[in-house]
């Protein structure tokens, strides 16, 4: 069903129709607005106070200058109550936005299923995961030729990285004339450390730029700035979506030691980043799930631009495995339905690594697995499968949606 003003203005009629007064809070600029929580991934999950000043600048910032919303769009961005990308989306309010949401299955009755509101609602920026965009294209799925997308002048993807096929799927089998804006950020801001550009070339697998104001860059083991290859992100300067700290961290300690630790005074985003010599970034996933054989450290998004490209893989997860003294990378891949992984199967994704990455990045195991631990948000859980291949207890298996499928990972490291 649909909801409009006057269902939500309802309770607050009086008499004749007319709305009762609705009496406003005036709070200070760091009135704190909500809590979010980290998605658990990489242990127990971060109560996390985001100040309410702090959030509308940033996301006003994005909105307008990366995003290019404004009062006569129409923006619709899946996501559940419970990822930081609904609170992004209800600060567009600010700019006279009109906001679109959805409840319920985004592949039910048909995958089209979220592509049909962008005809029927008229909607502008369509805001969505790069897992979606990923299975969107797997399903075989070609808005273009099916769907009315005169409207859509946008779309937004974030969660995890955007696979270079994900890019020529968009272009090629929605429209050629859109902006393809991949942000990267996270609830520890609520809000984005690289983003869009509207004025700049989109470039494939790649993010178009840092947000304004935040001095971004990819630091090496040594703290020293580099480009052209992946290390640490951080940000040098300050920024009004810093949270107010922890819920419960009286003292700060926790608040230092999740983004402070690393680089005293620079904040650690635990991603890790790679800025290109031309201005564009791309993350090659998180520095905390960095695989390490014979000592090259080694980005898991790497290996998965790799992998999902082929269709017979819906979606895979890399971890290293500590072996024999080293480290070897176990590559286990969630097959598309009737697909069995035999010996050429294997070939054609250690060929397909090998050629589109390294023969470092090249798996030293490959195997099917059923599910693929995620976090209520739709996050990998790379930490769960790493700890319990490794007879080690997953810390919050709470924050798991499936947290079942962990069964396998545990049968298969007492096989291996």
Not at 123 to 152: C, E, M, Q, R
Not at 326 to 334: G, H, K, N, P
Not at 396 to 408: D, K, Q, S, V, Y
Request: glycine letters at 10%; proline letters at 5%; a negative charge.
């Amino acid at each position: 069903p649909a909801f409009g003003m006057e269902q939500w203005l309802a309770p607050h009629m009086g008499e004749n129709d007319a709305v009762e007064e609705i009496l406003y809070h005036l709070g200070s600029f760091d009135q704190p607005l909500v809590i979010l929580f980290s998605s658990g991934t990489t242990g127990k999950p971060k109560c996390i106070i985001h100040r309410a000043g702090g959030l509308l600048l940033q996301h006003l910032k994005e909105h307008a200058l990366h995003c290019d919303i404004g009062e006569n769009d129409r923006l619709f961005y899946f996501s559940t109550c419970g990822w930081m990308m609904w609170n992004w989306q209800i600060s567009a309010l600010a700019l006279g936005t009109t906001l679109l949401t959805y409840d319920g299955n985004p592949f039910y009755p048909d995958p089209s299923r979220l592509i049909d509101l962008i005809g029927k609602e008229q909607i502008s920026v369509f805001g969505t995961s790069a897992k979606y965009i990923d299975a969107l294209n797997k399903f075989g799925v070609k808005p273009k030729a099916s769907h009315d997308l005169k409207s859509l002048k946008s779309i937004l993807s974030t969660g995890s990285p955007l696979l270079a096929p994900s890019f020529d799927f968009i272009y090629d089998d929605f429209k050629s004339d859109l902006h393809l804006a991949s942000i990267s950020g996270g609830t520890d801001i609520c809000a984005c450390f690289v983003g869009g550009v509207p004025i700049l070339p989109v470039r494939r697998g790649e993010i178009q730029g840092a947000m304004l104001g935040l001095d971004v860059m990819a630091l090496d083991e040594s703290a020293n700035p580099i480009k052209g290859e992946a290390g640490e992100l951080v940000c040098k300067t300050a920024f009004p979506s810093m949270p107010l700290g922890f819920w419960g961290d009286e003292d700060g300690s926790r608040y230092q030691k999740a983004y402070y630790s690393q680089i005293d005074g620079v904040w650690c985003q635990g991603d890790f980043l790679e800025e290109r010599v031309e201005g564009g970034f791309i993350i090659h996933g998180r520095s905390d799930t960095v695989l390490n054989p014979g000592g090259v450290r080694i980005g898991t998004a790497e290996i998965y631009r790799q992998v999902e490209a082929i269709d017979e893989v819906m979606e895979a997860v890399a971890v290293g495995q500590d072996f024999e003294g080293d480290q070897r990378i176990v590559l286990f891949v969630r097959l598309a339905e009737g697909v069995v992984l035999d010996d050429n199967l294997q070939k054609t994704i250690r060929k397909k690594i090998r050629l589109g990455a390294t023969p470092r990045h090249v798996p030293a195991i490959i195997a099917a697995v059923p599910d693929i631990p995620r976090t209520r948000s739709g996050k990998i859980s790379e930490i769960a499968v790493r700890d319990i291949i490794h007879g080690r207890k997953v810390k919050n298996t709470t924050a798991l949606a499936n947290a079942e499928c962990l069964n396998f990972y545990a049968d298969w490291s007492l096989r291996s």
